[in-house]
């Protein structure tokens, strides 16, 4: 052990709790905004074997919040990358690397080495099946997720309480919005990060982890807490059965792949977006979230016999046009692939 690196440890832990750090590891799935300051800390630290599972890129939009890579990085695959830096920060501990989409079986043969899994990643089918295979491994793990200014950390024994206790099942697809669409702020993907790792210390420390929901509000910089209970028929950590998730898709309004003279464009992009790209056509602006909340005249879309509803990729103008639909507004259409595929077909390209 190198007595000096760790020594700002000693008087909180002692080195018998940095020997405990050393013997214990953790594997990372997801090394984007959460996943690269967890690992940081968590190499920083002394975590004695660390492993770091995604199979995907470097992009330009990822240095925003993922701060383990740099503009050097970007077209290389995330965990050699990281792989490369947290040895780098600390050669005395093991990385281990998998570039690759996990599966319930893959997830079951390289977690089983580890003494704790912090989940990451940024959707729900990853999510139930980490659950699913920590459940049936008997495995901790520690999820944490982040979406514009808030996000939320819980941990999970996978033994008496699970992931699936709170969230018995996914939402629809279409329901919750992307990253890429609703945003984040990086410094907040920083704080629940940080907190991931700071809870996975102190379990490897063997301190007492309370079994409450975490809610973080960037904005106000305040935190929730809400407990939850196991759930007596709990397929995950009552019968350890994995269920792959079946995303229930709502019914999906017609779409169309081009502009007539006789229809209304409703652009339902935010301001923002209308500032780095305009449709170079006419159409009236109504943001998603105004629509959803009945803040147009619906008097200036019943003088219309057809409405196109249009997004950045088509996800967000299909949550539009239902909803129109659903107020009982007829001929009510979704741009396919949205303004990217328009401008596609001009062989143009969107800049964002």
Known sequence: MNFQRYQRHYPVIGLEGQQKLSYFSICLVGCGGIGSPAALYLAAAGIGRIGLVDFDQVALSNLQRQIVFTEADIGKHKTEIAKEKLSALNSSIEIEAFCERLSYKRALEILSSYDLVIDGSDNYQTRFLLNDACCKLKKPLISASVLQTKAQLAFFDC?????????????????????????????????????????????????????????????????????????????????????????????????????????????????????????????????????????????????????????????????????????????????????KAYLAGKNKRLCY
């Open 159 to 339: 033994q008496h309480f699970c992931y699936r206790c709170l969230y018995a099942a996914p939402p629809p697809d279409g329901m919750t919005p992307s990253c890429a669409e609703a945003g984040v702020i990086g410094a907040t993907a920083g704080v629940i990060g940080t907190m991931a790792a700071n809870m996975a210390i102190n379990y490897a420390l063997q301190k007492k982890i309370h079994k409450q929901l975490m809610i973080f509000d960037s904005e106000t910089l305040s935190w929730q807490y809400f407990d939850f209970t196991q759930q007596p028929d709990c397929p995950g950590c009552v019968k350890q059965q994995y269920i792959p998730v079946t995303r229930i898709s709502i019914d999906k309004v017609p779409e169309v792949s081009d502009f007539d003279s006789a229809s209304l464009i409703i652009d339902v992009r935010e301001d923002w977006e209308l500032q780095l790209a305009v449709l170079d056509r006419e159409y009236i602006h109504i943001p998603l979230n105004k629509l959803l909340h009945n803040q147009f005249d619906q008097a200036v879309l019943s003088q219309h016999d057809k409405i196109v509803l249009l997004c950045k990729s088509g996800t967000r103008s299909q949550k539009a046009a239902k909803y129109l639909k659903d107020e009982g507004i007829e001929n009510v259409f979704s741009f396919k692939g949205g303004l």
